[in-house]
């Protein structure tokens, strides 16, 4: 068993926070100059070259039917969330998206009980009351005005929630490499044809904007995994609330967007509910519960 770490686990998930962070960055540069299918296409054609060490261990799997399936399920909900995920960064700001996007890992402890057969005990049905109040207090409903942003990052949580919850089935009969080779194989596929649809075609400086959007996707994603192993997910959670401070910031500094109070606040009570069930889960000691993820699936 890997020696526990704590200070490594908070530096790496800090480093996490800080890269999706540019990512988000980079996506609302970019705005509507490339539509959101292209863009996220693109992100991931060009983020294929870091397929290259996976390709042995992939084709060593011996992946059947079944394997493919799943993988095909889970390239289709991972490619349509990424859509909306680019599309709700063009209409709203930096901090609703970074806020909203911390109720993926609500819907997976809901999608966990629902079919994979974990128990939700009261403590977590009230983690999740809480935390859907968060998202209440975000978008407030009937005292301003909502538009289509708000409502694609809601489904954008769904869909990278199942893509989680595929993950998940599918590490448990394959390694890690390939569940990563199988994702960054089937989203281009499947973002392909709605790409195509509303192409136009990209200048060179939008081409590097959105290979650097993949570079520091993988490089979040790394750092994650370095942080999961460096320390317990009841270290590592709390830390990615400094990722919507940090969004907040950015969008007021750079892109001039106003600070909105409610927002943080809402962020701030859907990730405390995520952080009880990281360590109300971690204190219990169960086996076989889903852990939760509150970065971005990007």
């Known amino acids: 068993m890997t020696e526990a770490r704590p200070v490594w686990g908070v530096i790496w998930m800090l480093a996490t926070g800080l890269t999706f962070v540019a990512v988000t960055a980079i996506v ?5 100059g490339v539509p959101a299918a292209e863009a996220a296409f693109l992100r991931y054609l060009l983020g294929l070259v870091f397929l290259l060490p996976m390709i042995r261990p992939l084709l060593n799997a011996h992946l059947d039917k079944s394997d493919l399936l799943f993988f095909g399920a889970r390239g289709l909900a991972h490619g349509l969330g990424v859509i909306l995920w680019f599309f709700a960064m063009t209409k709203i ?31 977590r049905i009230m983690a999740i009351g809480a935390a859907l109040l968060g998202a209440m207090i975000i978008l407030r409903p009937g005292f301003r005005e909502l538009n289509l942003g708000h409502y694609t990052m809601l489904g954008t949580a769904i869909l990278f929630a199942t893509s989680y919850l595929l993950a998940k089935r599918m590490a448990d009969r394959v390694s890690p ?21 509303v192409w136009v075609t990209p200048t060179l400086e939008q081409l590097l904007w959105l290979f650097l959007v993949a570079v520091f996707a993988t490089i979040g994603h790394f750092t ?20 919507l401070v940090w969004a907040t910031t950015l969008g007021a500094v ?17 990730l405390a509910s995520v952080s009880f069930i990281t360590w109300r889960e971690a204190m219990l000691k169960r086996r076989a519960i889903t852990p939760v993820d509150g970065a971005t699936k990007v």
């Open 28 to 32: 609302k540069h970019i705005g509507g």
């Open 93 to 123: 700001t930096i901090a609703e998206v970074t806020a909203m996007n911390y109720l993926s890992p609500v819907y997976v402890t809901i999608g966990a009980a629902l079919f994979l057969g974990e128990r939700l005990a009261l403590r």
């Open 177 to 197: 490499t390939v569940v990563v080779a199988m994702l960054s194989i089937t989203v281009p596929i499947v973002l392909a044809p709605f790409a195509f649809a």
């Open 224 to 243: 994650m995994t370095l942080a999961f192993r460096a320390a317990p997910m009841t270290v590592t959670q709390p830390v990615t609330f400094l990722q």
């Open 254 to 270: 750079v892109f001039g967007e106003p600070v909105d109070g409610w927002v943080v606040l809402g962020g701030l009570i859907i």
